[in-house]
C-alpha cells in the first residue's frame, strides 16, 4: 500500500502489534486478578516483567498509531479532544467503578487515563518527528526525580508522585511512560513519514494473524470488557473474591 491508498486502510502491522500487545496485557492482567483476588505467588519476577513489557508494547503502539493519524493530515483540536474525553472518560468510569467494588486498590490513573492525557500532551511534540526519540529519554528518567518525592494528595498522581504507602492496580504516570509514548511517535515518523509506509510490506494470508489484527482494532471494546469477564469468571470458579467482601 502506498500513497493514496493508505489513506482509505490500516497497515495490518500495526495492527497485528497492537493485537499481541492486548494479548499480553489480558494475560497479564488475568495474572494480577489471581494475585489479588486469590493470593497466586508463582514466578512474581517473571510476571513483573511480563507486564512492564506488555506496557511497554501497548503505550509504544498507541504513540505510533496517533503519529499516523496527525500525518495523514488529521490535525482537528476538535477530533483530539473527543479522543481525550472518551479515553479519559472511560477512566474515569474505572475510578468510580474500583472505588465502590474494592477494598483496595482503587485505579486512579490507569493506562485509559494516560492516554487521554498523553493524546492532548502530544500535539506539540509531533513537529518534532523523529527527534522525539531524543526527547523521550527526559520523560523516563524525569522518574528517578518524580520517585523520590511523596505527597499527602492524589492530585501529583499524573506526575508520578505519590503518597507514602499508596497502592493501585494500574498506574501510568507521565513519568517515565509519555517518554515511552514518545518513543513509538518517533518510530512512527521515521517508518510511517507523512502517514505512509517507506517500505512495502506483503499482507500475509494467515488465519492466527487476520485473528489478531481483528482484536487489535478492536483493543479499547476488548480492554472494557476483558476485566468483569476475568473477575465474574474467578466468582463463578472460586465461589466468591476475598478483595470484593463477597
Known sequence: MFGSEIYSKRFWEVDFARGIALVMMLVSNFVTDLQFFLGYSEH???????????AVLFVSISGLSLWISYARGRKSYKKYLLRFGKLFGLGALITITTYILLNRGTIYFGILHFLGIASLLVIPFYRLGWKNLLIAPIFILGKEITQSITTTTLLLLPLGIMPQNFFTLDYFPIFPWFGVFLIGTGIGALFYP???RKTEIKT??????DFICFIGRNTLKIYILHQPVFVG???LLYGGLPNLGV
Open 44 to 54: 512474581r519476577i517473571f510476571w513483573k516483567f511480563f507486564a512492564y513489557a506488555t
Open 194 to 196: 507523512s502517514g505512509y
Open 204 to 209: 500475509p494470508d494467515n488465519p492466527l494473524i
Open 233 to 235: 469468571l474467578l466468582f
